[in-house]
């Protein structure tokens, strides 16, 4: 079992930056694939960035050169640097561990999720 705990989220205005920050518990991070998702209102939950278990990064297209997802894992924490913000990115951030090798952008291949933490953009 692993327990996830995401932080950082709040108000910004448009080209502003936020970092959020996934804790992780119960078991080692290290031996997990991490994921950021977010859901915005009356939308589907949907991929915006991940990091594999050796550190191999990928990102949704709508977010590539502005944000960038990093591990620590002698802390057990995965973070996203989020920069020039824009309205659009506003949702409901989602962090997730997924157990197999390797990333995935689907949600439904990650096993574990933290509860969300709440990104708000104002144009």
């Known amino acids: 079992q692993v327990q996830l705990v995401e932080s950082g989220g709040g108000l910004v205005q448009a080209g502003g930056s936020l970092r959020l920050s996934c804790a992780a518990s119960?078991?080692?991070?290290?031996?997990?694939?991490m994921g950021w998702f977010r859901q915005a209102p009356e939308k589907e939950r949907e991929f915006v960035a991940a990091i594999t278990q050796i550190r191999n990064t990928y990102y949704a297209h709508s977010v590539k050169g502005r944000f960038t997802i990093s591990r620590d894992n002698a802390r057990n924490t995965v973070y996203l640097q989020m920069n020039s913000l824009k309205p659009e990115d506003t949702a409901i951030y989602y962090c997730?561990?997924?157990?197999?090798?390797?990333?995935?952008?689907?949600?439904?291949?990650?096993?574990?999720w933290g509860q969300g933490t709440q990104v708000t953009v104002s144009s």
């Open positions: 119960g078991r080692t991070a290290e031996n997990y694939a």
């Open positions: 997730a561990a997924r157990s197999r090798w390797g990333r995935s952008i689907q949600p439904g291949e990650y096993d574990y």
